[in-house]
């Protein structure tokens, strides 16, 4: 989060993202094991973060103006990245509840077609934000 904002940041926790979730034994169309598709959603959660504060910082913020709460973004994202686009804005709050919550925090999503899906949905986000 703030302090990393190297170009390219959000596409690498991705990577890693993808990388535990190879790991996790499926069975079932069910991951078996919790912890690595908690530590996926959590990868790509943080993954949105960077995408979002590559994107602020592209539009003139500094390293120290950045968001440090989930608020924080939601304001920053309505103030810099969608004046007249509140479907941006809805994204971002329905990844927060799916990666962050549901599957990091709760972690609840074991289905595979479900955790493949969130994370699809995470990858088309980042790119809206850096494309």
């Given at each position: 989060m703030p302090g990393t904002h190297a170009?390219?940041?959000?596409?690498?926790?991705?990577?890693?993202?993808?990388?535990l979730l190879k790991a996790a034994s499926i069975e079932d169309n069910l991951y078996l094991d919790k912890k690595?598709?908690?530590?996926?959603?959590?990868?790509?959660?943080?993954a949105i973060l960077e995408a979002i504060n590559e994107?602020?910082?592209?539009?003139?913020?500094?390293?120290?103006q950045l968001p440090k709460s989930v608020e924080g973004y939601r304001d920053a994202m309505q103030k810099h990245l969608a004046v007249?686009?509140?479907?941006?804005?809805?994204?971002?709050?329905?990844?927060?509840?799916?990666?962050?919550?549901?599957?990091?925090?709760?972690g609840l999503l074991r289905n595979v077609n479900v955790?493949?899906?969130?994370?699809?949905?995470?990858?088309?986000?980042?790119?809206?934000?850096?494309?």
């Open positions: 170009e390219g940041e959000a596409i690498r926790y991705m990577e890693n993202a993808r990388e690595p598709v908690r530590e996926a959603f959590g990868t790509a959660y943080l994107a602020l910082i592209k539009r003139g913020l500094t390293a120290k007249n686009n509140g479907k941006l804005l809805r994204e971002f709050g329905s990844l927060y509840d799916s990666l962050h919550i549901a599957g990091y925090y709760r955790v493949k899906e969130e994370m699809k949905s995470a990858d088309r986000f980042i790119k809206k934000l850096l494309h």
